[in-house]
């Protein structure tokens, strides 16, 4: 009868959304259950290798290993004691926990792990190049985006504990390559894009200023050059490669640079501007800083400054070396670099395998070609006996910090080579405490990264 | 041991689930009895109209034009909400709902009436019997 | 009267299976020190069993599943309840249980004949106001229970078995319609609207935001059978409406609320795993410990939070007995509730209790779960048969008397009427 089934309907409608809930509900438990183990207290740690399954982190903690066996690795591979948040362990718990809801915790012999793609060998190497100094270095595949390198000093081996934490030096704890910092001359890549993308690349060639060691500004400040005696009329490239700051001033104030257009450039670069909100590039859960400098008026030293890479300019070492990527591909699309390969779960099933992915488009690919073949003259033209035996496009940078008290140092490069698509940045904190350069630990990484390659 | 464990909890849901499954069967069997029970308590009366039978299968049953009516006659003589059949101690009764045209049983208009087997009822100009169903094997 | 009787045979059979399967599998994988434990435990599940299955031959009924889903669920409750933490004997809970059979057998008895019930409409809504005014006086927003002696009931639990009845109507009551300028209305469905907006305010004064969704629910399901007589039509289209409008009003609502009721709604559970999000991030937890299989009737560590044999039950057998089987559970009560699908009832005021029922249990099986597993704001509501509590327990035992008066009714008229004569005589006048 009509009006008994019209009762039915009603009670089936109810039940089928009952039925709905509870579908999405088990799908979320199963779905989010590691999630929710995470937030229990007991917990059943993996291993973290490298890509040749050496170990970065032991989280069962049984094993033994030699001496500062993690020390390079330290702050960015971290570990779960909470110390360290902003690492590949503790972002990822939960892919390194021998948990899933259908085999529940598995207390022995779980075969949950993070195999990243970061070369162990190489990465002592390189952080073992720098001795007493301080800095950091990253370097990865711009064809496909893995991390090769990516050192930070002062580290720390994390199974020693955080005893004396307070004794820790500063920036131990954190991975300076994660972090901004004053790029100096590497700044004037961004420049050298944003003028050929508003200009051309015939326009820009055409341009060439004078520079006298020091340039007054239209607003009266001065802009001073490293070398006093100038550096006399220089075109682009040869500017470049001097890395001179009044020619890079007056090419701001040129009227072909109208501001508006730089500052969109940059932002399309992922500048944040002028005090914005800071943004962040997310390397498996990783947070990276971007980049922020100020723009406000073209005629102003401090515009002028930040475009020449001091001042408010801030840019974290893994975007200058992304920026590289968006150079040598020749696409004008950044590479997205990542740390983890691949996760394996507790019962050794690979899973989450990683993919390449390129940002936005940048600028555009004939920048991008000229832009690289800028950096290549730079590089055969200054470095190639510096670093020998690869084809390098570079730029070097000396950052003033502490108010010009130290000094950084800088370098930021690609090599042009199909079958080895390094692209890096060197950063060599006060460099006039040591003798070493950033040329030096460049050569250390390219011939360590090529024989293991 | 640990697979002994797993074992015992998928047998004990694996009862559980056998013993909702024949209870559902039980259910099923229920219908048809309760069915019969049904056409016991109603004396197994239809109301026919020429070659259509419409089953009385609850105790309140409405006649109309109505979509929601449960026996639905299409026709404009017919008011929206006409008659309404009921059953108590296995009579049914035939109620007016305040039709336009009135409600006949046997040729006289009334409204309200208990019915009897093979009564003819008229609502506007549709004509309904009501009598005993005809068993299948009959025709 | 016992029309299927290989059929009741095999489902006695089947129901001591499945308890005698849950009681191997607490022999087996249970937490207990002395086997006399679980030996007791087991007897009496059993004799719960059998004894309810002859008492039930007492009462002539068409149909007897709801009797077998019932026992059912009621003793899988008792072995989750005494073995929670430990195995053990849950007196408390085994008296409750008892009491919910026999308040079902009231229910049944109650509800049968509907054309008793209909001729007592006024006692009923009388009944609701008295239960309403007993929670509006003797309860406070901290305290919703009666506390005599050491017995603690909770008023409001038993308004909602009196407002299905009132809910529940007749094809015929919907008929008596009367003019109000140009509106035919029901006077019933005003007083209806009336007595619902009694109780919601009631519900909202005393803070008691578990049982206005399952008053609510009920009204909308007892509601939306009513209109569907009306003279005007009433088109898909101005249902469609008036939902939009309900829920427009439930989110000024939900905007306007007190203090409180916002910091519930808002409260991130991961955040704050030690206040208030202590019980849902325990739960969910447990439920994830307990992964599809469970960890073992008494193995758990959730019996050690509050409310764990309520509130969070879910969670709770989740964990020691798997996702599987408390899906299950759950599983077996909408069976319960589907029985009217399955063999319709045969008058519209039993298909109104049918449905009536069905929200109320639902609703309230999915605010538990639902909420426990903070999908919505957690409130203190009860998963019926499966959670402790006697109030709620009898409550919900009542409400399926009540579904099982709709599958075996008994349409006779009240004694004081006059009988007719039951002489078919034979007429043919045209």
Redesign the interface.
Known sequence: ????????R???L??IL??A??A???L??NH???F??M??DTHQLGFVYDRKGDVLFDGTGQGSYPDNYFLDIGNLIGDDKGQMENTLVARNLQKLNN?S?????KKQGGKAAIYTTLNHEANRAVFNSFGYMEGCVSAYNYKTGEILVCTSLPSLDVTKGYEGLENFKSGTLLSKNMYGTVPGSTQKVSTVISAVEIMGSAQLFSKSYTCNGKYTNRTGNDIDCHNIYGHGTQNIQEAFENSCNPFFAQLIEDDDMPLEKVKKQYEKMGYVLNGGKPTYIDINGIQCETASTTLENSYEFRTQWGCIGQGDTLVSPIQLMMWQSAIANGTGKMTMPYLIDHVTDLNGHEKEKAKTHYSEKLFSESTASTVKQIMLTNGSDRYSYLISGYKVGVKSGTAQVDEGAKENSLLVGFVDDPSFPIAFCILIEDKDSGYLTTEQVAQVLLDNLKNNY | MESLDTILCIAAAAALDVCIFVLLLTAYRERRSSKKTWHELSHDMVLTEQNVTYELGCDEVLIGRHASADIRLPDLSVSRYHAMLTVSNGIWTIHDMGSKSGLFVNGSMVREAVLHENDLITLGNRRLIFRKRRSERVR | MYANPVAYVFSCIFVLIAHIAMLLNVYFNGNYTEVRDVAVLGAAVLILDISYFIVILLFKQTSYVLDFLLILVLNMSFIFQSCFGKVGFDVKHLITCIVCLASCKAGYILCRNHKLLQDKKPYIYGGVIFVMLIVFVFTSPEDMWIRIGSFAIQPSEFAKPLFILACATSIADQQKKHKILTFSVVYENLALLALTAIVCLIQVKSHDYGSLPTFLSIFAAGFLLRICYPKAKFSKKKLIGVIALVIVFVLIGLKYAPEYVQHRLHVDIWSDKTGDGYQQSQALIAIAKGGWFGVGPGKGFLSNVFAFENDIVFATISEEWGLIYALMAIFAILVMTSVPLVNPARSYYHGTISACVCAALIVQMALNIFGSCNLIPFTGVTIPFISAGGSSLMVSGFMVGMLMAAQSPSFKEPKHKKKEADVPTWRWQE
């Not at chain 1, 009868?1 to 039915?8: F, L, W």
């Open positions: 009868m009509k009006s008994i089934r019209r009762t039915q009603i009670i089936s109810i039940i009952f039925i809930g509870m999405f509900l088990v979320k438990i989010e259950a590691d929710y183990m937030n229990s948990y809801f259908s085999d529940g915790l």
